[in-house]
């Protein structure tokens, strides 16, 4: 890991985990979970979003305005909202995307889930979805979240990560696999 996302990482779970405990002492973690999908939906979809957090034209009270009236348009709850306030003030709004992922993972680590990471080469239907999160809790032990995304170029298949184990049905892992025998023969 390099060195600036090692230190934005260490950044990100400090916040995080005041978040977390804050939001736990007073029993508002679904809020917080509700408010976490909200900012990684908003960071995805929107340009100018990503462009105010990490763009280092806009000073510290353009960005603490920016991102209160945004938490208010949210309806993100006062937590989350006063520590993104919080974060604009030190100037540390590029680490939303690692506070995002370090919230996720402490809630579902309380929750007693895991996240597995699903790489489709189709968006995949709810039953799909159900049925694979019925697989993996059957082989992890634990209830499993889903992140889907969407990869074309995969051709077909999936690719799953689960923690430290990844596995990878894709079609086009498997001509590049075929590809690559064909080469040692040759």
Known sequence: MSEPASIST????????????????????KAIETDVDALAAAMDESADFRDLIHSPVYSRSQQEDAITAIAKKMKLSPVLGNTLALMAQNRRLFVLPQLVASLRALIAEDKGEVTADVVAAKALTKTQ??????????????????????????????????????????????????????????
Do not use: C, H, P, W
Not at 10 to 29: D, H, M, N, Q
């Open 10 to 29: 260490g950044i990100a779970a400090r916040y995080a985990t005041a978040v977390f405990e804050l939001a736990k002492e007073g029993k508002k973690l």
């Open 129 to 186: 979805e159900t049925a694979l999160a019925k697989s993996l809790k059957s082989s992890v032990g634990k209830d499993v979240k889903i992140n889907a995304t969407v990869d074309e170029s995969l051709i077909g298949g999936l690719i799953v990560k689960v923690g430290s184990k990844m596995i990878d049905t894709s079609i086009r892992s498997k001509l590049a696999a075929l590809q690559n025998t064909m080469k040692e023969v040759g």
